[in-house]
Nanobody, 122 residues
Framework: QVRLVESGGGLVQTGDSLRLSCAAS????????MGWFRQAPEKPRELVAA???????NYVDSVKGRFTISRDYAKNTVYLQMNSLKPEDTAVYYC????????????????WGQGTQVTVSS
């Protein structure tokens, strides 16, 4: 049973930074693409950043240059470094995993964490 646990969310001010972590257990995630999604109230969930099983990076345009996704294969952990935060980044952030065998980093993910709240005040 795969379990993903996010941490690192919180309340910050505009321009501040946060680092989210997603610790995986139950299976090595080395053959999985890992993604960070977010969902703001009354908005659809969106893929913010993804890192493929081979380390290729993908970002939604709104976070390019501000967010950085990385993974530590030895720790089975994925990170999202968020800099220059804006109020529009406020959302619940979810970590998710998708088997590389099922294609690209886009599409349906196999496993999800419970989410961590990020609130950016103006």
């Amino acid at each position: 049973q795969v379990r993903l646990v996010e941490s690192g969310g919180g309340l910050v001010q505009t321009g501040d930074s946060l680092r989210l972590s997603c610790a995986a257990s139950g299976r090595s995630m080395s053959n999985y693409h890992m993604g960070w999604f977010r969902q703001a109230p009354e908005k659809p969930r969106e893929l913010v950043a993804a890192i493929s099983s081979s380390g290729a990076l993908n970002y939604v345009d709104s976070v390019k240059g501000r967010f950085t996704i990385s993974r530590d294969y030895a720790k089975n952990t994925v990170y999202l470094q968020m800099n220059s935060l804006k109020p529009e980044d406020t959302a619940v952030y979810y970590c998710a995993a998708k088997s590389f065998a099922r294609g690209s980093v886009y599409g349906t993910y196999d496993y999800w964490g419970q989410g961590t709240q990020v609130t950016v005040s103006s």
